[in-house]
């Protein structure tokens, strides 16, 4: 069965730091862009960040602009998310999702038909 699973998620600090990872099974991101998502209570689901299958070019939003970073190790089969300097609004759900979508480039906006999404994880920042 091809899925992706997310994980790292968990309770910090404002100012503190998290590291997702969003793991692949049953077929190769090495093809795949992969997009993180997340989505709060009550509000609308969030692109915030994609790499492309080659893993060497990537997008943001300007709400974690700066303070996450997207990479890819395609021998892991594994996509991760960064998140320092973590503040109360970036609490929601993260969910990683993966498009077949084989090239150098990311799409603008990270607009792609993904083809898997997994279960998310909780980040919550309070103090």
């Known amino acids: 069965q091809s899925q992706v699973v997310e994980s790292g998620g968990g309770w910090v600090q404002p100012g503190g730091s998290l590291r997702l990872s969003c793991v692949a099974s049953?077929?190769?991101?090495?093809?795949?862009?992969v997009g993180w998502f997340r989505q709060a209570p009550g509000k609308e689901r969030e692109n915030i960040s994609c790499?492309?299958?080659?893993?060497?070019?990537?997008h943001y939003a300007d709400s974690v602009k700066g303070r996450f970073t997207i990479s890819k190790d395609n021998a892991k089969n594994t996509v991760y998310l960064e998140m320092n300097n973590l503040k109360p609004e970036d609490t929601a759900i993260y969910h990683c999702?993966?498009?077949?979508?084989?090239?150098?480039?990311?799409?603008?906006?990270?607009?792609?038909?993904?083809?898997?999404w997994g279960q998310g994880t909780q980040v919550t920042v309070a103090s």
């Open positions: 790499i492309s299958s080659h893993g060497s070019s990537t």
């Open positions: 049953g077929f190769r991101l090495d093809y795949y862009a």
């Open positions: 999702a993966a498009a077949d979508y084989y090239s150098n480039y990311v799409r603008r906006g990270c607009l792609y038909r993904y083809d898997y």
